[in-house]
């Protein structure tokens, strides 16, 4: 998948653990870019009628090659890129003034951090002994029982987490907060074990060959890292296997599934969670929900004495893929091979634009601080708090006029409007770090000590959330990330500062520019509120139905719909849009799209200068695995998040002149309308 995947989604949860990563060695000869697959494949300009999105992008598509170490480039890319250059100079300035840097500050923790991150020369000197005392009581482990005591010792620095966990608000009584215990974190996508594709298969190969290397790198030798890696897929694959369908994943009827502490015994058995959880100070007080049970009964049958040689490769492997991208460059490469297969291209980056990834990773609030200091305006946060207003203004006049839906539901889904929070630019307050702690060489530290500190941190965090009521100011993302979300458990919307620039917004466009770049992306996020999944939670962030029966079915009808739409569409020959798994993500672009041209409308705008926009905004271009590997993700493409969007509105026919037989043209009778 590429690596700066934009959400721009719904947030349900968030993973808590802290992972370092980097995109590997640099090459010994400079690649000049990647010729994207739009690239090959567009032969000539095509007419607005026909493919608007391609005809607006044109010269980019067909120009455009991705830069190196990277499966796709677009404007959230390019915003990253000038992010990250900012940021970056921050951290040598505070370098250049290091004795001035207070002990303990978040500012010298980042600059010592970053700085021990680019001495690659002391790193691969180094090579494996920063997790040798760890490796070495993994290869003393003679039992079940000894598995079970090194995981629960290790499992706050963030090994041996062979299941997602968080601590959230508890979805049916958001006053309190509950541990939710989730899917697997092993293997790979669940979609590639059967898949019959040639994307699958590749897949499966050289993640066979990964875990083959990680265990060469280990000291196995060849036959048996082989043997090992084989056995490692195969165990893995059992516990994949046993997860929710994607699909699924958001049917609360089945993944809410309250446990007491006995009952998780019984699940889990021989996987220590409970004594995970006990460790952390929980108690049968505290409300444990368990997402997915079948993961862990099948845990509990893997976890027997046959399968402990297994585990215990499992969990040398684990916790070299935890640091691998904090440890030499040798270490560094095997990731780097494994990425490049995925992707279709080989990860370049230099040493500079490594140690700012692995510092970004660990400091990223951090980091979102030093950004937001030097980069965002009041004025900015002023202005888009304003047209976030004028959207769910304008949301809920068009609530009000809706005419598929009974006054009961329309009088619930204007409450949440009412009660929605914004999230502009940066929480109020920064994070406490004060007691993460970062030792430099000199010091007789090293990465992985300092990654494992921030771990600590984090792992204790999320658990002293149980002894206090949620709160409602926390982000879901750092400031600096070029994104945006709505999280219904909160019924509030985000925007970070770094994706308040142009082209999405500034102060320098036009208004309506401006509306079809971020307030587009303003009334996506509010319709997330309301499509197939946001649509489940009431105005406090509670699952709870607030629709009348024949109203949700005339919803459903239109979530089909839209998945029918997008179902129908190739991306790449053999290779369809997944519109089951992407209705939330349709119904939001449409939402977006719906108010902005209603607002522009409204205001006597030139609405042919929005889609323009909005077509610039998501323009991009990709490796051929790359569009392949990215629909298992809810996001659709960019170009089909354009053209099947825009051609859903009447507003579109009119100010291109669409007629019947035009590629872009949808029957009056076929164009989805929700809100």
């Known amino acids: 998948m590429r690596k700066r995947k934009i959400v721009l989604a719904m947030l349900l949860v968030a993973s808590m653990a802290v992972s370092a990563y980097a995109q590997g060695e640099k090459p010994s000869v400079k690649n000049e870019g990647t010729v994207s697959y739009e690239a090959q494949t567009i032969k000539s300009k095509p007419e607005i009628k026909d493919d608007f999105y391609t005809h607006m992008n044109y010269e980019f598509l067909t120009k455009t090659k991705i830069p190196e170490g990277e499966n796709s480039y677009g404007n959230f890319d390019l915003l990253a890129k000038k992010t990250q250059d900012v940021i970056s100079k921050s951290i040598k300035e505070l370098n250049a003034d290091y004795k001035n840097l207070k002990d303990g500050s978040i500012e010298k923790k980042i600059v010592d951090f970053y700085n021990m991150a680019v001495d690659f020369s002391k790193r691969d000197e180094l090579g494996l002994k920063p997790i040798q005392a760890n490796l070495d009581k993994i290869k003393n482990i003679k039992s079940v029982k000894g598995v079970s005591n090194y995981i629960t010792a290790n499992f706050n620095k963030g090994y041996g987490q062979l299941v997602d966990f968080i601590v959230d608000k508890d979805m049916k009584n958001t006053t309190k907060n509950a541990i939710y215990i989730m899917g697997s974190k092993v293997g790979i996508e669940k979609s590639y074990y059967s898949g019959k594709d040639n994307f699958s298969k590749k897949a499966r190969k050289a993640y066979l060959n990964y875990t083959k290397k990680l265990l060469s790198i280990l000291g196995y030798d060849k036959d048996l890292a082989a043997k090992r890696a084989k056995e490692i897929y195969n165990f893995e694959k059992k516990i994949v296997e046993a997860s929710l369908e994607q699909g699924q994943q958001m049917n609360f009827d089945k993944t809410y599934n309250p446990v007491t502490f006995k009952q998780l015994g019984k699940l889990a058995g021989n996987f220590p969670m409970q004594k995970i959880l006990k460790n952390n100070g929980v108690t049968d007080k505290d409300k444990v929900i368990v997402e997915q049970p079948k993961v862990l009964t099948t845990l509990n049958k893997l976890f027997v004495k046959k399968n402990v040689e297994v585990i215990k490769s499992l969990l040398e492997v684990d916790l070299l893929k935890k640091n691998i991208n904090a440890l030499s460059r040798d270490v560094m490469k095997a990731e780097s091979e494994y990425n490049a297969v995925m992707d279709g291209v080989v990860y370049q980056d230099t040493d500079e634009e490594s140690a700012y990834n692995l510092t970004d990773k660990v400091y990223t609030d951090g980091l979102s601080k030093l950004y937001v200091e030097k980069n965002f305006s009041p004025e900015t946060k ?67 000590d300092a990654v494992e500190s921030m771990n600590m941190r984090n792992t204790k965090e999320t658990f002293d959330k149980l002894s206090k009521a949620p709160d409602k100011k926390t982000w879901s993302m750092p400031a600096h990330a070029v994104n945006a979300a709505y999280n219904p458990l909160s019924n509030d919307i985000t925007f970070t500062a770094a994706i308040l620039q142009a082209p999405f917004y500034s102060t320098d466009r036009s208004d309506v520019e401006n509306l079809g770049g971020i307030g587009t992306v ?154």
């Open 522 to 675: 303003i009334g996506h996020e509010i319709s997330h509120a309301f499509d197939i999944t946001g649509a489940k939670f009431d105005e406090n962030g509670n699952v709870k139905n607030w629709w009348t029966k024949e109203d949700l079915k005339k919803f459903k009808e239109k979530a089909k719909k839209a998945a029918e739409i997008y179902s129908a569409l190739e991306v790449v020959k053999g290779h369809n849009v997944n519109g089951k798994i992407s209705t939330g993500e349709i119904m939001a672009d449409l939402g977006g799209m719906t108010v902005a041209l209603d607002i522009a409308k409204q205001k006597n705008m030139d609405t042919k200068k929005l889609f323009e926009s909005y077509a610039a905004v998501w323009r991009s271009v990709n490796t051929e695995e790359a569009l392949i590997s990215n629909l298992i993700d809810v996001h659709p493409p960019d170009k089909f998040r354009v053209n099947n969007i825009v051609n859903l509105t009447d507003e579109f026919y009119k100010v291109f002149n669409v007629k019947e037989g035009d590629g872009m043209y949808v029957k009056p009778e076929d164009r989805l309308k929700v809100w």
């Open 382 to 448: 002023k202005k888009v708090l304003e047209m976030a207003e004028e959207v769910i203004a304008n949301y809920k006049r068009r609530l009000g006029e809706v005419d598929w839906i009974s006054n009961s539901t329309r009088e619930k889904a204007l409450k949440k409007l009412e009660t929605m929070d914004l999230k502009i630019g940066y929480p109020d307050q920064w994070p406490d770090f004060s007691s993460t702690s970062v030792k430099t060489y000199a010091e007789g530290g090293n990465l992985v």
